[in-house]
C-alpha cells in the first residue's frame, strides 16, 4: 500500500512539475559554451543558477551550445552570454539575436562574452557589449568601487568590494548612453604584471568593469567579472548577477538619484 502510495505521489509531482515550471516571473536563457580558457567554471556556475532560479522564481534554460539560436528565442525574457562571446555563434544565429533584442529582448554578457574575435567582423555584437576588449594582465586582487548604487546589480556590493579577477582593459565607449556600473581601482593592483612579450599600461582612474545600456530596442547588462570559476560559488557575486539579470530581463529595480 506505502509503495502505491508513494508511486501516485512521485505521478502527481511529475503531472505538476511543468505547470510549476511555467509560473516563474521571467524566462532566462542561461548559454555556456566551453572554449580554451573558460571550461571548468561551468560546472560549477550551472547548479548555482539553477539555485538561483529556484531562490528567485524564474525560470531557467541551461545551453552548453548554441543550438538554442536556431529555433524560437521569444519565450526568454533574458539571454545570459556566460563566458560565450558572439563569435561562437553562426551567421544564421547571429541574425536571430539581433532580431531577440530589436523585440525587447535582454541580454547580459558576462566576462568572456564582452570578447570579439576578429574585431570588426560584428559591429552589432560589439556595440551591444558596449567597448572593444584591449588586453588584461594575471589574475589579481583589486579594489572594486561602486559607481551606480542605484543599479539592481550593485544592491548586495559594498561602496568598496575587495575582488580578485581577470581586469579586463577596454576601448572608449562604441555607443552613447552606457552607465558605468562598477569600476576598479587600479592603485589596488599592478596593471602592468602580465605574460612575457605583452604589454599592458592600465585605462587609468576611469576604468569601468560593468555597465548596461538600452540598446536596439533591448537591454544589455555586461559584466567583466567572473574568470576565476571559484567566484560562481561566492554569494555576493552571484547577486550581482542577479542583479543583471533581473533587469535585463523585467528592466525593472533601477533607483533614479534623489535630485
Given at each position: ?6 508511486l ?16 516563474g ?6 548559454v ?6 573558460h ?21 531557467l ?46 541580454v ?7 570578447i ?22 594575471v ?23 575587495i ?39 592600465g ?26 570559476p ?11 548577477l542577479?542583479?543583471?539579470i ?13 535630485d
Amino acid at each position: 500500500m506505502k509503495t502505491v502510495a508513494a508511486l501516485l505521489v512521485l505521478c502527481l509531482a511529475l503531472c505538476l512539475a511543468p505547470t510549476a515550471r511555467a509560473e516563474g516571473q521571467f524566462r532566462v536563457l542561461v548559454v555556456a559554451v566551453p572554449n580554451r580558457y573558460h571550461h571548468d567554471y561551468a560546472v560549477v556556475a550551472q547548479p548555482r543558477f539553477e539555485q538561483m532560479a529556484r531562490r528567485h522564481g524564474f525560470d531557467l534554460d541551461w545551453a552548453w551550445n548554441t543550438a538554442h539560436f536556431d529555433g524560437d528565442l521569444s519565450p526568454y525574457h533574458a539571454i545570459v552570454l556566460l563566458n560565450t562571446p558572439g563569435d561562437e555563434l553562426a551567421p544564421a544565429q547571429r541574425g536571430a539575436l539581433e532580431r531577440y533584442v530589436r523585440a525587447g529582448g535582454g541580454v547580459v554578457a558576462v566576462h568572456r562574452a564582452l570578447i570579439f574575435n576578429p574585431p570588426g567582423d560584428w559591429p552589432w555584437f560589439e556595440k551591444l557589449v558596449g567597448r572593444a576588449f584591449r588586453i588584461h594582465p594575471v589574475v589579481q586582487t583589486a579594489t572594486v568601487r561602486v559607481e551606480d548604487p542605484g543599479f539592481p546589480a550593485t544592491f548586495a556590493l559594498p561602496r568598496r568590494w575587495i575582488w580578485s579577477d581577470e581586469w579586463y582593459e577596454f576601448g572608449p565607449p562604441l555607443v552613447e548612453g552606457l552607465r558605468t556600473v562598477l569600476s576598479v581601482d587600479e592603485t589596488s593592483y599592478d596593471p602592468t604584471r602580465i605574460w612575457p612579450g605583452q604589454v599592458a599600461h592600465g585605462m587609468g582612474d576611469a576604468h569601468p568593469v560593468a555597465w548596461y545600456h538600452a540598446y536596439d530596442g533591448g537591454r544589455v547588462f555586461a559584466t567583466a567579472l567572473g574568470h576565476p570559476p571559484a567566484a560562481y560559488d561566492d554569494a555576493t557575486y552571484l547577486q550581482h548577477l542577479y542583479g543583471g539579470i533581473w533587469w535585463a530581463a523585467t528592466g525593472r529595480g533601477v533607483i533614479a538619484p534623489a535630485d
